[in-house]
Every structure is written in C-alpha cells, then in structure tokens.
C-alpha cells in the first residue's frame, strides 16, 4: 500500500494523473445503465432461445438434439411473439412509443410490426428447416436438407461416414435463432452502431447456414462465398458512412444526428461546428449507410449476389432469407430516412428514384431469361424491393404503413413458393429447372394449383395479397408526388406478370415429361407452412382492411 501510495505521490508532483486518481474520479459519477427489459424481451428471449441451443449441441446427446432443438426454436419464438403482442396491448406501439436501452433501440409501431411479422416468419421457417421426410433415408435415418457434416471435404471420407452414420445438422437452429435475434434488432435500432451490430448478428448465420447444402454442396458453398464477399464490401460501406456521419454530427444517435442536420442544435465545440458545416461528410456518409442497407434489400445495382445465392443455398435457408432479410433491410431503411435524414429528402428522395426504377424494371426484364425457377424468384424478389421502394418515396405516414403491410403479405408468399419448390424432386434433388415443371398439373393438381396462388400473388393478381400490398404502396406514392415512378412500376407489373403466367400455363397446358420430377409427400411440418402461406395470402387479399389499419396504427416513428 505504501509503495501504491508513493507511487500515486510521484505520479502527482510530475504532474501527470495516476490510474488510481482517475479511477477515483470516474467512481463517483459512474451510473449503473437503466434497462429496460420488459420493452426489450423479444429479443432477450430469442437470444436466450438461440443460446441455449449451442448448449444442447454441445452437450445433449447426438438422437437427442433435433427434437430438443425444434422445442426450444419453437417456444422462444411463440414467446416472443406473445411478448410482441403483449407491448402492443399496453400501448407501446402509439401512446406509450419510447427509446430503450440507453437511447439504442426504438419500442414503437413499426419496430413491434416488422417483430411480429419476423417472429412469425421464423416459426414457418423453423417448420421448413425441421423437415425430414423429403430427402430419402440415408441408411435408415430420416435426413433433412442440410449437410450431414458441413465441416467435411464435399464428397470426402469424412462426408461419407457422416452419412452412413445418419447424423443431421441441428446446429442450423440456433443458427436461425440468432439471425432472428439481428433481424429483431435491426429495424428498432435507434443509433448507427447498434444498426452495424444488429446487422453482423443476422448476416453472419445466414453465410454459414447459405454452405449447408445436402446435395449440391459446392454450389451452396460458392453461393456462400459470394455472400460472404459481397456481404463484407456492403458492411465496409456501412461502417465507413457511420464513421462520416459520426464526424459530422459528432453522434451516433439518430434523434441527436436529425437535430444537427436540421440546425435546431446548438453546437458549442468549434471542431464540431467545423464539421457540420461540411455537407460533404453528411451526404458522403448518409449514402455509404444507404448503399450498405440497399445491398440488404437487394436493390439495383447491388443486387448481383441475389440469384446466385438464392439457387445456391439450401432451398427452406433461401426461403427464409428472401422473407426475413428484407422485412429487416427495409425497417431499417425506412427508420433511417425518416427519423435520421428527414432534413434531407430532397437530396435522397431523386437518388431513390432512380434506384426504385432501376430495381423494377431490371427485376421484372432479367427475370423473363430465367430457366431456374430458384433464380426466376430471385428476380421477382428484386422487382418487388423496386415496388417498395416506391412507398418508402412517398415519405408519409401512408408510405410507411404501405411499406408495412406489404412486407407482411410478401414474406408469407414468399416462404409459401420456396415451399412448394423443396418437393418437386428428381433424382438428383430438387428439380428447379423450368422443363422439369411442365405438367405438373396434371402429376400434382392440388401443388401446382398451390403455386399458382403463389404466382399470382407475386403477379399483383386482385384477390391476392400482393393486389392489396401493390395498390397500397403505389397509392401512397401516388399520393406523395411521385406519380410517374407508379406508372413505371405499372408497367414493371406487368412485365412481371408475364413469366409468372408462363410457368402457369407451362404446368398445367404442356404435357407431362416421361422423365419428369415427382412430387414428394411432406410432413406436417412443410405442409403447415405452405398451408399458412396461402391462408395468409387470400385473407389479405380478400379482406385486407384490418390489417391495412393495423399497419396505419403502427406506421409512426418514435423520436
């Protein structure tokens, strides 16, 4: 103690403060960080759900691992979907709207929607994942879609004992849990690095779970790769306009970014009043941010990783991907450009414009050549991003509701199709390419008839879903001024419409092939979700007024 003494003495006559006096000083104006859990749980639950998964596969016994972790995917997201629904009912998505977590997150309507709609989206994708009865036993064993040892050379001795042996890769559920723990946080997040954090905790699952492939193990790893890649690319783009955003605001929260962009602070540092007067950082930086949450929502031209990913990864991963990413890319993106760069619509909104048409019409035309149904949906993906991009343009309250409810019937569509695509099957797996499917009318009428509910939701067809979403968002720009980007998205629309239409008439017009695919008997489990798929899809197309004015309750941001 005396030398402690002597030293922090010596430390003082030279002038220079010890460890010890500033410890000191910061212990007395330390403050223990006021959470609020109770706003919070959905993603404490799903994350504790996603942990104690690694701890089943760490330890539970190798038969005993894949029911374990169907219950516990299956309970986390059910409770935290009740949790959802619980803050809700008490008014945290209108009256009660607040920033949590030491100003990191948002509790508000559209926060608790786009929750929702991604908690329901990974119970239908945990179904797709658990399903067991599509792929033929490997020597006795039920299999599922996933490499039996991802670790092992494709075709290797490894791979091959890992076969014999019947193992199955449960490991893809907490995988799947904590993708939808970022997903969760990533449209709440109420400041620049928590959205970087929320976005590495989504992406980095997906890039593994993209190489998991059963069959076609060196197309799925490719898919991942490039994934990964171009992933990284957008990432550094993000960081990089954090990074400029920060030295232009001096902050990384969004209110606090708002004010300084619009002059309503007082900014009393002369460095920073420096910086804020340099547009170059602010606009620099707000379109790095930008690029990196476009890249997400696959829209032109940052869309090439799209189709190959999506044929390369194991077809329930692309299903669960083309819903839940862009319900998150797109929360984010609406929270960006409405709380954070309000002051900046008119320099955004023409940028935004032409990517909205570039993405409508690029999609739409692209996927015409398409003779992989898995890429075919790819680019009606883009083309769809390009159709809600047209409601985020409208920058209003009816943009943000229309963005909302759209995004909640495309991700039921969409897991629905991808469905339908895992049981039609040849003997090399899945038969995707288009030749494969004529006829399958006449082989399967109740799956064929199934996709074409699927298809025409996609098309915009009245009665479907994706009428309502199409009329609402286009309503809404049409509203908002941006009248000539809703007849090119018309005319997208009916670009769109024809190759949806020619895989129709190719299933049940052409005749059947004597070589052609068979249609695999499903269990419960994808049966559910296809069956949940077209409910949700008629139910939003025939009525869709409720859930348009439940979308419109929850369309505003808290600030």
Not at 144 to 160: I, K, L, N, T, Y
Not at 441 to 465: H, K, N, Q, Y
Request: a neutral charge; aromatic letters at 10%.
């Amino acid at each position: 103690m005396t030398d402690v003494a002597s030293a922090g003495g010596a430390s003082a006559a030279s002038g220079v403060p010890s460890l010890w006096t500033v410890a000191a000083g910061a212990g007395d104006t330390l403050q223990a960080p006021s959470i609020e859990f109770g706003k919070l749980s959905p993603v404490l639950i799903v994350l504790g759900a996603a942990a104690l998964g690694v701890l089943i596969d760490a330890f539970a016994p190798r038969r005993a691992r894949y029911s374990a972790q169907l219950f516990v995917a299956l309970a986390g997201l059910a409770a935290a979907f009740a949790a959802v629904i619980g803050l809700a009912a008490s008014g945290a998505a209108t009256t009660k709207a607040q920033i949590a977590g030491m100003g990191a997150l948002a509790v508000d309507g559209p926060a608790l929607f786009l929750q929702g709609t991604l908690l329901l989206v990974g119970i239908v994708g945990v179904f797709t994942f658990a399903e067991r009865k599509l792929e033929p036993a490997a020597h006795g064993s039920r299999v599922d879609s996933f490499a039996a040892q991802p670790a092992s050379v494709p075709g290797g001795e490894g791979e091959q004992q890992a076969v014999k042996a019947g193992w199955t890769t449960t490991e893809v559920f907490p995988l799947l849990m904590f993708a939808v723990a970022g997903m969760l946080l990533f449209p709440a997040a109420n400041d620049l690095l928590t959205l970087f954090i929320a976005l590495e905790v989504f992406s980095l699952p997906l890039y593994l779970l993209c190489a998991l492939a059963r069959r076609r193990r060196l197309l799925s790893q490719e898919a991942a790769v490039k994934y990964f890649l171009l992933g990284a690319f957008s990432s550094a783009f993000l960081l990089f306009g954090i990074a400029l955003l920060y030295g232009y605001a001096g902050t990384v929260n969004y209110s606090s970014i708002a004010r300084v962009v619009a002059g309503t602070d007082a900014v009393s540092d002369p460095v920073l009043a420096d910086t804020t007067g340099n547009d170059a950082l602010l606009l620099i930086g707000s379109a790095l941010v930008v690029m990196g949450l476009l890249f997400k929502v696959g829209a032109v031209p940052f869309h090439m990783w799209t189709p190959d990913v999506y044929q390369g990864a194991p077809t329930p991963v692309t299903g669960f991907m083309a819903a839940a990413t862009k319900v998150a890319a797109f929360g984010a993106l609406l929270r960006l450009l409405y709380v954070v760069l309000p002051g900046l619509r008119w320099d955004w909104r023409p940028v935004m414009w032409g990517v909205a048409i570039l993405t409508m019409l690029g999609g739409a035309v692209v996927a015409i050549t398409q003779t992989d149904i898995k890429r075919l949906l790819a680019y009606s993906s883009i083309a769809h991003a390009g159709f809600l991009l047209a409601g985020v343009i409208a920058t209003s309250e009816d943009g943000i509701s229309s963005v909302l409810f759209y995004l909640a019937a495309y991700s039921f569509v969409t897991l629905g199709a991808f469905a339908v695509v895992t049981l039609v099957r040849d003997a090399g797996g899945e038969a995707t390419h288009l030749s494969k499917w004529a006829g399958l009318g006449r082989r399967s009428p109740l799956l064929a008839a199934v996709f074409a509910v699927f298809l025409l939701a996609f098309a915009g067809i009245p009665l479907t879903s994706g009428f309502a979403g199409k009329f609402a968002v286009f309503k809404a720009a049409a509203e908002g001024g941006a009248g000539a980007l809703v007849v090119v998205g018309v005319i997208a629309s009916a670009i769109a419409a024809f190759f949806y239409l020619r895989v129709i008439v190719l299933m049940f017009f052409s005749e059947p092939r004597a070589d052609g695919p068979s249609v695999a008997v499903p269990s419960v489990m994808t049966t559910s979700a296809i069956a949940l798929g077209v409910v949700v899809t008629v139910v939003l197309g025939v009525a869709p007024q409720y859930f348009l004015d439940l979308a419109g309750q929850a369309g505003v941001f808290v600030r």
